[in-house]
C-alpha cells in the first residue's frame, strides 16, 4: 500500500538539462516535504509546502525550484542541472495539524545522477 | 535555525548486545523528537517519537530519552538482532510546525 509514489526511481542527466522528478501522495496530506539525502550529511531540507500553491524555502534551496497545482502533487524542478546536483531525492508528507506532532511518510526516493 | 547532531556515525555490536544512539539539538524551542529507520535500499520510516513533556518512552526493545536541559536525546536498542542493522536518523521539529531536521544518521551493523 504504497502512499508516497515517486515517479523515478533511477535518473541519468547531463548537465545543463532541466530535470522534474515528481511526487504523489494519496493520503491527503496538506504538507509536502523535498529532501536530499547524501552520506555523512542526513536529509536536507530543500523545499516544502504547506498548501496548495504555497511553497516555502528550506534550508538548501539553491539550484531547485518547486510546483505544487494540486493538493495530491509536488515537484522538484532542476532548472539546469549540475554534477554537485547528483544525490538520492526523497519526497515526504504529512498531516499538517496545529498541535500535531509532523509524522514524515517517505516516498521512495529518486536517485538522480548528473553527468 | 535548529541543528541536530548525532554520533556516532558508525555502530557494530554484537547480536543480543544493546546499541545507544545519542543526538543534540539547537533550538530550545524544538519539542518534538522522531526517530527514523532506513533499512538498505528502503525509505526512512518512523519507529518512535517523543514530545517535549515526557522524559522517557519505550516500545518493545526500542526506547527513547530525553534531556530537556541540556538538549540532548538518545535512542536505546536493546537485544538487538540482525535485522535491527539500518541507518538510523534522529530528527528535531516543533508541534505544528513544518520543519523536521534531521541527524546525520547511524549506520548500525549487527553481528549474528
Known amino acids: 500500500d504504497v502512499k508516497v509514489t515517486q515517479s523515478s526511481r533511477y535518473l541519468v542527466k547531463r548537465t545543463g538539462e532541466k530535470v522534474f522528478l515528481e511526487c504523489v501522495q494519496d493520503?491527503?496530506?496538506?504538507?509536502m516535504f523535498w529532501y536530499r539525502q547524501d552520506p555523512g550529511l542526513g536529509l536536507r531540507l530543500i523545499y516544502f509546502?504547506?498548501?496548495?500553491?504555497?511553497?516555502e524555502k528550506g534550508d538548501i534551496p539553491e539550484g531547485y525550484s518547486v510546483s505544487r497545482e494540486k493538493k495530491e502533487r509536488f515537484s522538484l524542478i532542476l532548472e539546469s542541472a549540475s554534477t554537485n546536483q547528483t544525490s538520492m531525492y526523497l519526497c515526504?508528507?504529512?498531516?499538517?495539524?496545529?498541535?500535531?506532532?509532523?509524522?514524515?511518510?517517505f516516498g521512495a526516493g529518486s536517485r538522480l545522477t548528473v553527468l | 535555525g535548529e541543528n541536530v547532531e548525532q554520533h556516532p556515525s558508525t555502530l557494530s555490536v554484537q547480536e543480543g548486545d544493546s546499541a545507544v544512539i545519542k543526538c543534540t539539538y539547537s533550538?530550545?524551542?524544538?519539542?518534538?523528537f522522531p526517530w527514523y529507520k532506513q533499512e538498505l535500499g528502503k525509505r526512512p520510516q518512523l519507529i518512535i517519537d517523543?514530545?517535549?513533556?515526557?522524559g522517557e518512552k519505550k516500545d518493545q526493545r526500542i526506547a527513547v530519552t530525553l534531556n530537556k536541559t541540556a538538549k540532548h536525546f538518545s535512542l536505546h536498542i536493546t537485544e538487538t538482532q540482525p535485522e535491527d542493522s539500518a541507518v538510523y536518523f534522529c530528527?528535531?521539529?516543533?508541534?505544528?510546525?513544518?520543519?523536521?531536521?534531521f541527524g546525520a544518521g547511524t549506520r548500525l551493523f549487527v553481528k549474528a
Open positions: 515526504a508528507s504529512s498531516h499538517g495539524t496545529s498541535s500535531g506532532a509532523n509524522v514524515l511518510t
Open positions: 493520503m491527503d496530506h496538506e504538507n
Open positions: 509546502s504547506y498548501d496548495v500553491k504555497m511553497k
Open positions: 533550538d530550545s524551542a524544538s519539542n518534538y
Open positions: 517523543i514530545r517535549s513533556n515526557v
Open positions: 530528527a528535531a521539529s516543533m508541534s505544528g510546525g513544518f520543519k523536521t531536521i
